[in-house]
């Protein structure tokens, strides 16, 4: 049974850093193309960025240039440093599987002031 436990969230005025982490328990993490998504109140949730099992990443537009996604095989973790961020930035962070095909964790608040 895979888990996944997203911390690092807070609150940060426009133009500040975060660093969102998650860590993966189960089966297969390093082979795993994994990504981090996000859901703003009352809106869908969205992927931001993906890495693959090599390192690959791709980045929705939003973020592209602001948001880096890096991941640790050895560890089990997946991060997303995120600077420059905006009031349009506030919501839920989550990681999963790129597909979204494991159990969702409770994410982690990210909350940008203007």
């Known amino acids: 049974q895979v888990q996944l436990v997203e911390s690092g969230g807070g609150l940060v005025q426009a133009g500040g850093s975060l660093r969102l982490s998650c860590a993966y328990s189960?089966?297969?993490?390093?082979?795993?193309?994994m990504g981090w998504y996000r859901q703003a109140p009352g809106k869908q949730r969205e992927l931001v960025a993906s890495?693959?099992?090599?390192?690959?990443?791709n980045y929705a537009d939003f973020v592209k240039g602001r948001f880096t996604v890096s991941r640790d095989n050895a560890k089990n973790t997946v991060d997303l440093q995120m600077n420059s961020l905006k009031p349009e930035d506030t919501a839920v962070y989550y990681c999963?599987?790129?597909?979204?095909?494991?159990?969702w964790g409770q994410g982690t608040q990210v909350t940008v002031s203007s």
């Open positions: 189960g089966i297969a993490f390093s082979i795993k193309a």
């Open positions: 890495i693959t099992s090599k390192g690959i990443t």
């Open positions: 999963n599987n790129l597909g979204g095909s494991a159990p």
